[in-house]
């Protein structure tokens, strides 16, 4: 009898939720790729890799809001509608990225034209990226806790099987756009098509089908307990992260004047309705929901930043050796897909704990050796090691969210992945790009055989965290062209060296895991929590 059978499980419903994640992760990578690939999104609309990176972001922390939010009342409103409103999302986004590209390739705009087109078509790119993120958020909003009740008694492994769609998609949607060629280089409208395929199909599937009633509930732990579990401070890390985000969107800071007093603004609304979430359930929340709250924003930089911009980082290496750089993220793409439907038989011999520390320094490991890998059989040993060190990550955290407190519900396993989200929307992702900058920044300083200096190539700009330096392409490309094929050759060397900066991340993961895996050892070994279920089922 199979697993499926065993727990008298739905299969239309579990493969529904499967295909629904795979719809992300075909949005996920034809963005990537056309915010990475130098002749479509940089191009057509004058990106420098900050600038690109925050782009990307803006598809990525509106999934916070979208996934807390609907957990807040998904058990109330039901999954079916958190399913259709995550259609509609992918259908909008559709619509203004399509518009967008109409916008720049207007024919008869002369300079000035053509920098208006911009402007304006990257605000409705910007906006259409944010209503994707929420579509995607919603999507992990249900299917995360609709699978964790299906399979209640083995929830790390059936989260993993289930985000084996992840890179499932990442690996399918890779390989249509390589298969697209010179079609998606000169029209790159064809990859938003494609996004429509599996949108289609799990609408189709999920329409009609019946959900279960959340492990939280037929437990009969109460909405303020699920509440409490998160607590004061789990809320205050989400409410600032995603007021900060809105802020920096909207403009606060010159609607209001001043930086200063937006700032004001931002902390003391992120005071004010955190004590009131912390009055109304009574908690400061779970140290241990806290703990990995506070891991997951490394390890979402980790795996979703890198993701992001390994295309464009490896694009040097593999293109000198006649290979398209989306190769790399298919590779890596494909060992997870492949290891998180086999991971029964490791989480039982490693422990959840044990399987993200490995994971952790085998990410350190990879990371470091792709930033300086250059011939083939070394960049694809490389990705290897990143591959598989990458590949549980972010499943068997919900696993262990999900184990450790059934009474958070939906809440619970779905705010620690919003905020993994917004930190690589509002952080991790263009703080990735600057690492990148400053690369370039560093080796076109020590380059002393260049005919241009870099402040003659560059901008400041500023983000999140700060001010940056950053090249400036169109000042590039006013050079000379054997100048610029010096320049471009010195900052594509520095960009991926960069990803040695990036091993900072799994490296504090590390050291993460290992506290709590010595804090389980203390108290007799890991153990699940488990709800009774109303009628002993």
Same mark, same amino acid.
């Given at each position: 009898?199979?697993?499926?059978?065993?727990?008298?499980?739905?299969?239309?419903?579990?493969?529904?939720?499967?295909?629904?994640?795979?719809? @992300?992760?075909?949005?996920?990578?034809?963005?990537?790729?056309?915010?990475?690939?130098?002749?479509?999104?940089?191009?057509?609309?004058?990106?420098?890799?900050?600038?690109?990176?925050?782009?990307?972001?803006?598809?990525?922390?509106?999934? !916070?809001?979208?996934?807390?939010?609907?957990?807040?009342?998904?058990?109330?409103?039901?999954?079916?509608?958190?399913?259709?409103?995550?259609?509609?999302?992918?259908?909008?986004?559709?619509?203004?990225?399509?518009?967008? %590209?109409?916008?720049?390739?207007?024919?008869?705009?002369?300079?000035?034209?053509? !920098?208006?087109?911009?402007?304006?078509?990257? $605000?409705?790119?910007?906006?259409?990226?944010?209503?994707?993120?929420?579509?995607?958020?919603?999507?992990?909003?249900?299917?995360?806790?609709?699978?964790? @009740?299906?399979?209640?008694?083995?929830?790390?492994?059936?989260?993993?099987?289930?985000?084996?769609?992840?890179?499932?998609?990442?690996?399918?949607?890779?390989?249509? @756009?390589?298969?697209?060629?010179?079609?998606?280089?000169?029209?790159? $409208?064809?990859?938003? %098509?494609?996004?429509?395929?599996?949108?289609?199909?799990?609408?189709?599937?999920?329409?009609?089908?019946?959900?279960?009633?959340?492990?939280?509930?037929?437990?009969?732990?109460?909405?303020?307990?699920?509440?409490?579990?998160?607590?004061?401070?789990?809320?205050?890390?989400?409410?600032?992260?995603?007021?900060?985000?809105?802020?920096?969107?909207?403009?606060?800071?010159?609607?209001?004047?001043?930086?200063?007093?937006?700032?004001?603004?931002?902390?003391?609304?992120?005071?004010?309705?955190?004590?009131?979430?912390?009055?109304?359930?009574?908690?400061?929340?779970?140290?241990?929901?806290?703990?990995?709250?506070?891991?997951?924003?490394?390890?979402? +930089? +980790?795996?979703?930043?890198?993701?992001?911009?390994?295309?464009?980082?490896?694009?040097?290496?593999?293109?000198?050796?006649?290979?398209?750089?989306?190769?790399?993220?298919?590779?890596?793409?494909?060992?997870?897909?492949?290891?998180?439907?086999?991971?029964?038989?490791?989480?039982?011999?490693?422990?959840?704990?044990?399987?993200?520390?490995?994971?952790?320094?085998?990410?350190?490991?990879?990371?470091?050796?792709?930033?300086?890998?250059?011939?083939?059989?070394?960049?694809?040993?490389?990705?290897?090691?990143?591959?598989?060190?990458?590949?549980?990550?972010?499943?068997?955290?919900?696993?262990?969210?999900?184990?450790?407190?059934?009474?958070?519900?939906?809440?619970?396993?779905?705010?620690?992945?919003?905020?993994?989200?917004?930190?690589?929307?509002?952080?991790?992702?263009?703080?990735?790009?600057?690492?990148?900058?400053?690369?370039?920044?560093? !080796?076109?300083?020590?380059?002393?055989?260049?005919?241009?200096?870099?402040?003659?190539?560059?901008?400041?700009?500023?983000?999140?965290?700060?001010?940056?330096?950053?090249?400036?392409?169109?000042?590039?490309?006013?050079?000379?062209?054997?100048?610029?094929?010096?320049?471009?050759?010195?900052?594509?060397?520095?960009?991926?060296?960069?990803?040695?900066?990036?091993?900072?991340?799994?490296?504090?993961?590390?050291?993460?895991?290992?506290?709590?895996?010595?804090?389980?050892?203390?108290?007799?070994? %890991?153990?699940?929590?488990?709800?009774?279920?109303?009628?002993?089922?």
């Amino acid at each position: 009898m199979s697993q499926v059978q065993e727990n008298d499980a739905n299969p239309v419903l579990f493969w529904g939720c499967f295909i629904a994640l795979v719809t @992300t992760a075909f949005a996920f990578i034809s963005r990537a790729f056309m915010i990475n690939t130098p002749s479509m999104w940089p191009a057509d609309f004058n990106l420098d890799k900050v600038q690109a990176q925050t782009l990307f972001g803006h598809g990525i922390w509106p999934f !916070a809001i979208s996934i807390i939010l609907f957990s807040l009342v998904i058990d109330r409103i039901g999954y079916r509608v958190a399913m259709f409103f995550s259609f509609v999302c992918y259908a909008m986004y559709a619509e203004f990225a399509l518009y967008a %590209y109409s916008l720049v390739k207007q024919s008869g705009l002369g300079e000035e034209g053509l !920098a208006a087109a911009r402007a304006t078509a990257l $605000r409705y790119l910007t906006f259409g990226s944010i209503v994707l993120g929420l579509g995607n958020g919603t999507v992990e909003a249900f299917i995360n806790p609709v699978v964790a @009740t299906m399979y209640k008694h083995a929830k790390t492994k059936w989260l993993n099987i289930l985000h084996a769609g992840w890179p499932g998609g990442l690996v399918l949607g890779g390989l249509i @756009t390589i298969g697209l060629g010179d079609q998606a280089a000169q029209d790159w $409208r064809i990859l938003i %098509y494609i996004i429509a395929i599996p949108a289609v199909i799990y609408l189709l599937m999920l329409a009609f089908t019946k959900f279960p009633v959340s492990e939280r509930v037929a437990g009969g732990a109460t909405y303020k307990e699920m509440l409490g579990e998160f607590g004061f401070i789990g809320a205050a890390i989400a409410l600032f992260l995603i007021i900060k985000q809105l802020a920096d969107v909207f403009k606060l800071a010159t609607l209001v004047g001043s930086p200063d007093v937006a700032n004001y603004v931002v902390y003391g609304a992120v005071a004010l309705l955190a004590i009131a979430y912390g009055i109304y359930c009574g908690s400061l929340g779970r140290p241990m929901m806290i703990f990995l709250c506070l891991i997951m924003m490394p390890l979402a +930089t +980790t795996e979703l930043g890198t993701d992001a911009a390994i295309t464009g980082i490896m694009e040097k290496p593999m293109k000198a050796m006649n290979y398209n750089p989306l190769w790399v993220l298919i590779y890596t793409s494909a060992i997870m897909m492949v290891l998180r439907f086999f991971v029964g038989p490791v989480v039982q011999r490693l422990t959840p704990l044990g399987l993200l520390a490995t994971c952790a320094g085998l990410a350190i490991v990879g990371l470091y050796l792709l930033s300086m890998a250059q011939s083939f059989l070394f960049i694809f040993a490389a990705a290897t090691l990143y591959g598989i060190g990458k590949t549980y990550f972010w499943p068997t955290t919900l696993g262990v969210v999900s184990e450790q407190f059934p009474k958070g519900g939906a809440l619970t396993l779905n705010a620690i992945a919003g905020i993994g989200m917004l930190t690589v929307g509002i952080i991790g992702g263009p703080l990735i790009g600057k690492m990148q900058e400053d690369s370039a920044k560093a !080796a076109m300083m020590a380059a002393t055989n260049l005919p241009v200096k870099y402040e003659a190539i560059s901008k400041t700009d500023s983000y999140f965290l700060g001010t940056y330096d950053a090249v400036n392409e169109d000042l590039i490309k006013r050079l000379p062209e054997d100048q610029q094929q010096q320049v471009a050759q010195v900052i594509e060397a520095a960009k991926q060296g960069a990803l040695a900066k990036v091993t900072i991340f799994p490296a504090i993961m590390l050291v993460c895991y290992l506290m709590l895996i010595a804090y389980f050892a203390s108290r007799g070994g %890991y153990r699940p929590n488990e709800l009774a279920t109303s009628g002993g089922h």
